[in-house]
């Protein structure tokens, strides 16, 4: 396939919207300041409601000030990305309105179009490109997630875009994708000669991931409530990542390769019954409790009505081909939990035999690979050494971390955390898909969800109440103990 031009500008539907202000002017701002963005590149933001050219401008300043901080906004870098920046107030469901667009967009010949919008306006928005004439093969277009709220209507979204742009203009955004920890995992797994021959059930005993966040749903939750947990998280980031522990190595870093891969765990994963459900799967939603030493309110309170919706889930997970036969993967995420914390946890099995007596047998663990993706950038493996000193019937073992803090590795002066968004929005300039998540995948994704999210209505399981600022329901553990492992705290 040809290679994909380098876009030469980027209109974002949604720009005067909380996603486009937090993250994507600033990703664009920190890539202009760091000569990633094209010259003449240009950056139309389009919203329905009228605003001034002037006070458009200086919200995005606003917002980049705020996510630039404490470093201030460089002012030459400033000026160079202010001047790019355009609004327009349009409806964008309308092709004619575009015209507006297109004037702005003053004769880019490969533009991306960015939908920050509900998922509601995704069909209308592409259509109204298709009638326009503003969806040509050089243009691209980016999706966030949600893609639709179950496997029909993800289908739906998907075959409207299949009527306007091929695969390959299309680009669905999973933030996670872009966060550099992730990008990481694929360094790890295939740049070492060390994991790959353990990456397996011969050695591993099972894998943990969770995503615990402290926020509550606050006021998001008409967003929320028709989604929960599982839709919010499971389907998209939490997927994600067990594709990237579990998947075979690709052939190479291409966006296909990289993307069956991912297509055929997904295509393993044991589908749910109403038995398993019970077993194997656990819904929480937060009651009043107490995060980060305040009082916080129950999802319910936030709602302002009684809900069926999850705000906690955990899963047990089997992938059933041959390298993971065997190894249960567990999965949970939930809001208002204790701690902010986004982990995957790599159990080993223990020797087959121990050689040592008495006291180091009891102290003998089994290595751990633990990659915290967030808040810090961390990879610790653990193994077990000898406790230093003399002692008395026999050697003392202890387990110790082999770090690799991505935090001290790369810290310096100039060192910043970079917005997932970053990486994602310079790979569309770019035309590279390999980040971003393919049709099948997307709706691959879905039916396993779909499946769980029926097994949970057969068995007729309502979400377990948990106080704010706790693991989940009691149930949660219980899951994970039944298969003789616990939670990593
Ligand atoms: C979003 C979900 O996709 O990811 C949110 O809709 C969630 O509910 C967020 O809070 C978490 O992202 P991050 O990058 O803060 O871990």
């Known amino acids: ?29 920190f890539l202009d300041a760091d000569g990633f963005l094209p010259e003449g ?42 001047a790019r920046l355009d609004y327009r107030a349009v409806d964008a469901t309308q092709a004619g309105e575009l015209k507006a667009v297109e004037a702005a967009l003053a004769g880019a010949r490969a533009p991306i179009f960015y939908l920050a919008l509900s998922p509601s306006l995704y069909i209308g928005v592409c259509q109204a490109l298709w009638a326009s004439g503003l969806a040509t093969p050089q243009s691209r277009i980016v999706l966030e997630k949600p893609i639709g709220q179950n496997l029909e209507s993800s289908r739906e979204i998907n075959a409207a875009l299949a009527e306007v742009f091929e695969e390959e203009q299309v680009f669905r955004i999973d933030h996670y994708l872009g966060k550099e920890t992730v990008q990481n995992l694929i360094a790890l797994r ?10 397996n059930n011969l050695t591993i005993d099972h894998v943990q991931i969770t995503v615990a966040e402290t926020e509550g749903v606050g006021e998001r939750w008409p967003y929320y409530d028709e989604y929960g947990a599982l839709r919010d998280m499971v389907q998209n980031h939490v997927l994600q990542l067990l594709c990237l522990v579990a998947m075979e190595p690709p052939s190479d870093m291409d966006a296909d390769s990289l993307r069956n891969e991912k297509v055929k765990v997904l295509r393993s994963l044991r589908p749910f019954t109403r038995h398993e459900a019970g077993q194997s799967s656990v819904r929480g939603q937060y009651v009043a409790g107490v995060a980060g030493g305040e009082a916080v309110a129950a999802y319910e309170a936030e709602r302002g009505q009684p809900s069926a919706t ?56 089994a290595n751990r690979l633990v990659i915290d993706l967030q808040p810090d950038e961390d990879i610790e493996l653990l193994l077990m050494n000898k406790a230093p000193g003399l ?10 971390p082999l770090s690799l803090s991505l935090l001290k590795a790369y810290s310096g002066p100039n060192s910043r955390r970079r917005i997932a968004y970053e990486r994602l929005i310079l790979d569309v300039i770019h035309g590279d898909n390999a980040l971003f998540v393919r049709r099948d995948e997307v709706e691959q994704a879905w039916r396993w969800v779909d499946g769980v999210a029926e097994a949970w209505d057969e068995a007729a399981m309502a979400p377990r109440p948990y106080p704010a600022g706790s693991w989940g329901p009691a149930g949660a553990f219980a899951l994970i103990e039944r298969a003789g492992r616990a939670w990593y705290e």
């Open 1 to 29: 396939m040809a290679k994909a031009p380098e876009a030469d500008a980027i209109v974002l539907f949604g720009g005067a919207g909380d996603l486009a202000l937090r993250m994507l002017f600033p990703s664009l701002y």
């Open 41 to 82: 590149f240009r950056i139309i933001a389009v919203a329905r409601s009228e605003l001034a050219a002037e006070d458009f401008r200086r919200q995005v300043r606003e917002a980049v000030e705020t996510r630039a901080r404490p470093v201030a906004v460089d002012e030459a870098v400033w000026s160079r990305f202010a």
């Open 190 to 199: 295939f740049a070492n000669t060390l994991f790959e021959p353990l990456w």
């Open 310 to 365: 999850e705000t906690f889930v955990a899963l047990r997970v089997d992938i059933d081909n041959w390298r993971w036969a065997g190894v249960p993967f567990f999965l949970r995420t939930g809001k208002r939990l204790p701690e902010r914390r986004t982990q995957i946890a790599i159990q080993f099995k223990g020797v087959p035999h121990s050689i040592f007596g008495g006291q180091a047998t009891t102290d003998l663990t």
């Open 391 to 400: 002692s008395q019937g026999g050697m003392r073992l202890q387990s110790l």
